[in-house]
Nanobody, 115 residues
Framework: QVQLVESGGGLVQPGGSLRLSCAAS????????MGWYRQAPGKQRELVAL???????NYVDSVKGRFTISRDNAKNTVYLQMNSLKPEDTAVYYC?????????WGQGTQVTVSS
């Protein structure tokens, strides 16, 4: 069982930056593929970025060049650095841990990009 707790969300102006953190407990996350998802009002949850156990990353096209996912297995934490934020990035951001049949979610953190 893995417990995931996101933090770092908030209100930011367009063009600003935020860093989200996902602290895991209950299990060593080094065996998990870790991902960040987001869900905007009235829309389906979408994958934003993921990082494999070996550190390979993948991003949705809309955030490439602006967002960076990273992991610190020693701290059991995953990060999402978000730069050049746009109003369309507004959503609840969720952390996810996946390994074989096991799939865990955090409670989400709100990111609002507005002037």
């Amino acid at each position: 069982q893995v417990q995931l707790v996101e933090s770092g969300g908030g209100l930011v102006q367009p063009g600003g930056s935020l860093r989200l953190s996902c602290a895991a407990s209950g299990s060593d996350i080094s065996i998990y593929i870790m991902g960040w998802y987001r869900q905007a009002p009235g829309k389906q949850r979408e994958l934003v970025a993921l990082i494999t156990q070996g550190g390979i990353t993948n991003y949705v096209d809309s955030v490439k060049g602006r967002f960076t996912i990273s992991r610190d297995n020693a701290k059991n934490t995953v990060y999402l650095q978000m730069n050049s934020l746009k109003p369309e990035d507004t959503a609840v951001y969720y952390c996810n841990a996946e390994f074989l049949k096991y799939n865990y979610w955090g409670q989400g953190t709100q990111v609002t990009v507005s002037s």
